[in-house]
């Protein structure tokens, strides 16, 4: 299959309906020093979530402890995730109860923001001149900033550019959509609820959510 599959979900459903399992001691000791158990649902949620996808996407075998990371900067384990042993690179983001998991056979970036900041504070740093006209005129700027800024995040992920950088990447195509393509990478979007996601993958993203029972929903707009 050549695609990117990408998965939206609340945490507490996949908590509810995927098995539990060791999430591996690196990630067991980062989730442990998480204060809040909100944080550390998501932490946990957002790995089985990725599970899912790569079991989707045709990987048998894996269990989320075989979910390894390794530091772009430090080599420690935590950041990008690395490549499944099927071959297949992985991505997700978690947002106050929300999470996001892709795979694809190309390096790709997941984002998920659940919560819009204070635009006027950050809008000058993290848009375009362009872009921040686009959100100022939008019937809902909140949403149409998080659409921007997960799309962003998803390209920092997807190793395009580093957060710092983002101000001048423009991702934006109208206050209500994004560019097709930013630097080689399909962009694409859901809404789950008040939480926007973005992905940013080679291919393009067939997006899903999960029914009652877990099983993969395929989401029309994706
Ligand atoms: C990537 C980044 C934008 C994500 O930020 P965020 O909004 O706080 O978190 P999200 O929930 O959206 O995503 C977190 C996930 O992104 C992934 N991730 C983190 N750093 C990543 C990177 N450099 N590249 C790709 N994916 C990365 C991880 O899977 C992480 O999951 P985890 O926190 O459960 O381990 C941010 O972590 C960043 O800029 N990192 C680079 C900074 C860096 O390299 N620091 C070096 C420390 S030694």
């Known amino acids: 299959m050549s695609a990117a599959f990408v998965f939206i979900a609340e945490s507490a459903h996949v908590l509810h309906t995927?098995?539990?399992e060791p999430l591996g001691e690196p990630a067991e000791h980062r989730m442990r020093r998480l204060r809040s158990a909100g944080?550390?649902?998501?932490?946990?949620?957002?790995?089985?979530?990725?599970?899912?996808?790569?079991e989707y996407a045709g990987e048998s075998g894996l269990g989320v402890m075989d979910l390894r990371q390794r530091c772009d900067s430090c080599g420690g384990e935590h950041g990008?995730?690395?490549?499944?042993?099927?071959?297949?690179?992985?991505?997700?983001?978690?947002?106050?109860?929300?999470?996001?998991?892709?795979?694809?056979?190309?390096?790709?970036?997941?984002d998920i923001e659940s919560h819009a900041p204070d635009v006027?504070?950050?809008?000058?740093?993290?848009?375009?001149?362009?872009?921040?006209?686009?959100v100022d005129s939008a019937s809902d700027p909140s949403h149409s900033f998080l659409s921007a800024w997960t799309a962003k995040e998803a390209l920092v992920k997807a190793g395009v550019c580093t957060l710092d950088d983002?101000?001048?990447?423009?991702?934006l195509r109208t206050s209500n959509a994004?560019?097709?393509?930013?630097?080689g990478f399909a962009l694409s979007a859901a809404v789950l609820r008040g939480a926007v996601a973005a992905a940013a993958t080679r291919e393009d993203a067939q997006w899903f959510g999960l029914d009652k029972q877990g099983n993969p929903r395929a989401m029309l707009d994706g």
């Open 18 to 20: 995927l098995a539990r």
């Open 39 to 54: 944080d550390r649902d998501d932490f946990s949620a957002a790995r089985r979530l990725a599970k899912r996808a790569a």
């Open 80 to 110: 990008r995730p690395v490549p499944t042993a099927g071959g297949w690179h992985v991505s997700w983001g978690h947002s106050r109860g929300y999470v996001v998991a892709g795979v694809s056979r190309s390096r790709l970036g997941v």
């Open 120 to 134: 006027s504070e950050i809008a000058e740093t993290v848009l375009t001149p362009r872009e921040r006209v686009m």
């Open 166 to 171: 983002v101000g001048q990447l423009k991702v």
């Open 178 to 183: 994004l560019l097709p393509h930013q630097a």
